[in-house]
């Protein structure tokens, strides 16, 4: 079934639109959820509480694209199941080190200043982005949104690690520039 098929079962409140969601991209989400968790219990109750996100957020809200749609929703139930478990390290430690790895350009205070910028810095982040050239944006994207482990990344692109692990500190240095420029650090 197509997206835009799927988002009309939503937007017409039939239950079949779920079905159809998970039958799509159930996997997909219970991947990058896992990836996350590093338990395939929480990321099994992540991707149903993905899907009760998507039917209470469709409508009124159309999403663009359903993948992308989802894909947030499922990164950040799993983020937040990490926060509410007051978890360090779990399964790989793949959220700890990207939080340990971009701690450098952008603080994780939590005060009511680093809430008032956040919509900006995220804005401002998203424009960095988009302005890489796209293999080096991708390789920022899968460690950064979707936490891929660095040895995944390089396998994909035909890389070493070390390669990867050079690329995403370049990165992260121009990151950090540009965000100076802009005045966030």
């Known amino acids: 079934m197509e997206d835009n098929d799927i988002i009309g079962l939503y937007f017409a409140r039939d239950q079949k639109a779920i079905a159809e969601t998970k039958s799509k991209y159930g996997g997909y989400c219970f991947a990058l959820a896992n990836r996350i968790l590093g338990s395939k219990e929480d990321a099994e109750e992540c991707v149903n509480d993905t899907l009760f996100s998507a039917w ?9 694209i359903l993948r992308m749609f989802l894909a947030k929703l499922a990164r950040n139930r799993a983020i937040n199941r990490i926060k509410a478990d007051h978890a360090k390290k779990r399964g790989s430690g793949e959220s700890t080190l990207v939080y340990e790895e971009l701690s450098e350009c952008i603080s994780d205070g939590r005060n009511i200043e680093s809430e008032i910028i956040a ?13 890489l050239p796209e293999r080096e944006g991708d390789i ?18 035909g890389m070493t690690p070390g390669n990867v692990s050079v690329t995403l500190n370049r990165t992260r240095g121009k990151l950090r520039d540009y965000l100076e420029s802009k005045g966030f650090l």
């Open 56 to 64: 209470n957020s469709i409508p009124p809200y159309r999403p663009k």
């Open 119 to 131: 919509k900006e810095l995220g804005q401002a982040v998203n424009g960095f982005v988009a302005a």
């Open 140 to 157: 920022f994207i899968r460690r950064y949104f979707f936490m891929e482990a660095v040895k995944d990344i390089a396998e994909g692109y």
